[in-house]
Nanobody, 126 residues
Framework: QVQLVESGGGLVQAGGSLRLSCAASGVTFSWYAMGWFRQAPGKERDFVAAINRSGVTTYYADSVKGRFTISRDNHENTMYLQMNSLKPEDTAVYYC???????????????????RGQGTQVTVSS
């Protein structure tokens, strides 16, 4: 059974930092591109960042570029999202997701996935 479990969310003041983790089990982690999405109350789910199977290639939404860093450790079956200079508009539930196949990165960037976690709440106070 495939499981993606996010952790590391919480309440932080504007300008602060958080590091999210996504632990994968039941799946050959290195076969999948991985990504983060977020969804604020009353809004659609948005793409945040994606990383390819090897961890060499990354993509970011314009809204987080320069502030967030996505990374992965294929030995630990874990993906990370380092979030710095947080803003109140970053407040959302953050989900990690995995996509396989030839066009895995394109799938993630367009909002698709094969597996998704349950999410972790990030709240940034002003």
């Amino acid at each position: 059974q495939v499981q993606l479990v996010e952790s590391g969310g919480g309440l932080v003041q504007a300008g602060g930092s958080l590091r999210l983790s996504c632990a994968a089990s039941g799946v050959t982690f290195s076969w999948y591109a991985m990504g983060w999405f977020r969804q604020a109350p009353g809004k659609e789910r948005d793409f945040v960042a994606a990383i390819n199977r090897s961890g060499v290639t990354t993509y970011y939404a314009d809204s987080v570029k320069g502030r967030f860093t996505i990374s992965r450790d294929n030995h630990e079956n874990t993906m990370y999202l380092q979030m710095n200079s947080l803003k109140p508009e970053d407040t959302a539930v953050y989900y990690c997701a995995a996509a396989g196949g030839t066009f895995a990165m394109s799938t993630i960037r367009s909002g698709g996935y094969d597996y998704r976690g349950q999410g972790t709440q990030v709240t940034v106070s002003s």
